[in-house]
């Protein structure tokens, strides 16, 4: 899988999770800050957009200024590959601005950027308190834990929720990354097939057939 929340695309435009090795709210290979690959410092990926000013839950209409502004500012630094700007940034921002999920999803992808995945977790996991209408935080909670080696329980707990968004193409190409990883190859089929019902079959491929997650379905992946 993408490893960070690998590239998370939310419907038509933003991969966000971790069969998409970009970090969260884009996929590498886009200039915006994506879910990110485990192999990459930064998280990027062409299908992907800045997660913060195109976060579902209003995006930063929620936050007063200054702290909508500091929160664009702090998105702009990590297009612009810098975490450490972005989170001088985030430091700025008041306490009570600090756990809108739109600043907790730029949080997470300066966590992520900075391979701080003990501290990334922490962030997605109160994304999932915050918003857990919102698919989100699952995604970077689940990618997170599978940077932390603990992919068993990346599976459970993305696995627990995936009926709440059956229209998110990361999350059943993220639990096909982990049921690979976890030696479960027809399951992991599966969950690649739910992926390229609700995604482009030429993009699943195209991701998968360089997902170092999925390696053991190479040939699979290729006769899609």
Sequence with gaps: MLRWA?????????FRSRGWRRIFG??????????????????????????CSSYRGGGV????????HLALAAEGWLELQDPDEAA????RISPSGRRHPSV??????VCAGRRQWPEALEVARELTRVAPEQPEGWIHQSYTLHELRRTDE?????????DRFPNESIIPYNL????????DLDIARQWLEQAVRLRSRDEIRALASSDPDLAPLRDYVASL
């Design 154 to 162: 990346a599976w459970d707990e993305l696995l627990r929720v995936v």
């Design 26 to 51: 884009c996929v590498s290979g886009e200039r915006s800050p994506g879910d990110g690959k485990a192999s990459a410092p930064f998280v990027e990926n062409s299908f992907a957009k800045p997660a």
């Design 104 to 109: 907790l999803e730029v949080r997470w992808r």
């Design 176 to 183: 096909a990354c982990y049921a690979c990883q976890r030696g």
């Design 61 to 68: 209409k929620g936050l007063d200024f200054p702290d909508r």
């Design 88 to 91: 001088r940034e985030l430091e």
């Design 6 to 14: 690998a590239s998370v695309w939310r419907g038509n435009d933003v």
